[in-house]
C-alpha cells in the first residue's frame, strides 16, 4: 500500500490484514521501494496520490508488481451515495472503506486530521453518504504566517512544556524569567490554556481549540441527522486532539493505508 499524501509519501506492507511494515517520508522513489521490496516480496500493491503527474504506479509496474490505482473507478464493498463520486479523493474513500471494514453494520464517522480536516460518514448499510473538508492544523498555522505581515509561524509541537512542579502550558520560545523555575518537557493531553498570554500562545490556543470545537460540533451536528454511529479519529495529527475531545471516539492510525488494503484485497 502506498500514499502519496500532499505532505507525507507512506508506504506499508500488510501480511493477512496486519500491517508489518510502514515507511513515512516526503518523497518516495526506487531507493525507497528497492529498500521495502529486499524485506519483503511483494506481488500486488495498490497506489493512492493526490500528486498530479505521480508516477508511483510505473515505478512498482516496472518492478514486476501488480500495481492498482485506488479510485473511485475501483469496486469497494460501500454503497455510493455522493453525487459526484468522479471528484471524491481516494484518501477519503479509503479511510470510509476501513471504518465500514472496522465496524460492518453500524453507522460509522470517519474523521482524518491531516492536512485536510475531513470527516467521512457511512451508514449501517454500507452507503457513502459524504461528508466535509477544512484545512488542517498546519495548513492553519501556516496561513495566518503568510497571509498576516507579522504574525509568527507556530509550530504545535514546540510548545507541549509546563513549569517543574505543574502549572499551565507555557511558550517555551520565551525567555525565561529571573527566579522562574526550569521547565521540563510534558505530554500535553489538555487542550490550550486561554486567553493566550503571548502570541504564540494566542495563536496556539486559537487554531487548536477552533479545530477542537469544529471536531466536537460537527459530531454533534451528525448526531442531529443519526442518533448512534461509531466515531474514528486518524491522521497525523490524531494525537493533537484525541485526547482532549468530549465526544467519544475510537483512535485509529493510518486508516487510509487499512482502508487501501481492504481494497486491494476487494480487486485483486
Known amino acids: 500500500m502506498i500514499d502519496i499524501g500532499n505532505t507525507?509519501?507512506?508506504?506499508?506492507?500488510?501480511?493477512?490484514?496486519?500491517?508489518?511494515?510502514?515507511?513515512?517520508?516526503?518523497?518516495?522513489?526506487?531507493?525507497?521501494?528497492?529498500?521495502?521490496?529486499?524485506?519483503?516480496?511483494?506481488?500486488?500493491?495498490?497506489?493512492?496520490?493526490?500528486?498530479?503527474?505521480?508516477?508511483?504506479?510505473?515505478?512498482?509496474?516496472?518492478r514486476g508488481i501488480n500495481t492498482l490505482l485506488?479510485?473511485?473507478?475501483?469496486?469497494?464493498?460501500?454503497?455510493?451515495?455522493?453525487?459526484?463520486?468522479?471528484?471524491l479523493g481516494t484518501d477519503r474513500l479509503a479511510a470510509a472503506v476501513a471504518g465500514f471494514h472496522l465496524f460492518p453494520g453500524n453507522n460509522v464517522l470517519v474523521i482524518n486530521a491531516g492536512t485536510c480536516l475531513t470527516t467521512d460518514l457511512v451508514s449501517e448499510a454500507g452507503e457513502y453518504l459524504g461528508g466535509t473538508i477544512s484545512p488542517g492544523l498546519h495548513m492553519r498555522l501556516k496561513s495566518l504566517h503568510h497571509f498576516t505581515g507579522k504574525l509568527p509561524l507556530v509550530d504545535p509541537g514546540i510548545m507541549a512544556a509546563a513549569p517543574a512542579g505543574g502549572g499551565t502550558a507555557v511558550d517555551e520560545r520565551r525567555q525565561k524569567q529571573p527566579g522562574e523555575a526550569p521547565r521540563k518537557r510534558t505530554e500535553d493531553t489538555s487542550a490550550p490554556e486561554i486567553p493566550g498570554q503571548t502570541t504564540r500562545e494566542a495563536i496556539r490556543a486559537g487554531v487548536i481549540c477552533g479545530m477542537l470545537a469544529e471536531i466536537d460540533g460537527l459530531i454533534d451536528r451528525y448526531r442531529g441527522k443519526i442518533r448512534l454511529f461509531n466515531v474514528i479519529l486518524s491522521?497525523?495529527?490524531?494525537?493533537?486532539?484525541?485526547?482532549?475531545?468530549?465526544?467519544?471516539?475510537?483512535?485509529?492510525?493510518?486508516?487510509?493505508?487499512?482502508?487501501?488494503?481492504?481494497?486491494?484485497?476487494?480487486?485483486?
Not at 15 to 25: A, D, P
Not at 241 to 250: Q, S
Request: proline share 4%; net charge neutral; glycine share 8%.
Open 235 to 268: 491522521g497525523g495529527d490524531i494525537k493533537v486532539f484525541d485526547k482532549k475531545l468530549k465526544n467519544r471516539i475510537f483512535a485509529v492510525e493510518n486508516i487510509v493505508l487499512h482502508g487501501l488494503n481492504q481494497m486491494l484485497e476487494y480487486n485483486a
Open 70 to 87: 485506488a479510485g473511485p473507478h475501483l469496486g469497494h464493498p460501500l454503497k455510493m451515495g455522493y453525487r459526484s463520486p468522479e471528484t
Open 8 to 62: 507525507l509519501c507512506k508506504a506499508a506492507v500488510f501480511q493477512e490484514g496486519r500491517l508489518q511494515k510502514l515507511w513515512v517520508n516526503k518523497e518516495f522513489g526506487a531507493v525507497e521501494l528497492d529498500d521495502l521490496l529486499r524485506e519483503y516480496p511483494v506481488d500486488k500493491a495498490i497506489v493512492s496520490t493526490v500528486r498530479r503527474d505521480d508516477s508511483t504506479v510505473e515505478l512498482t509496474s516496472s
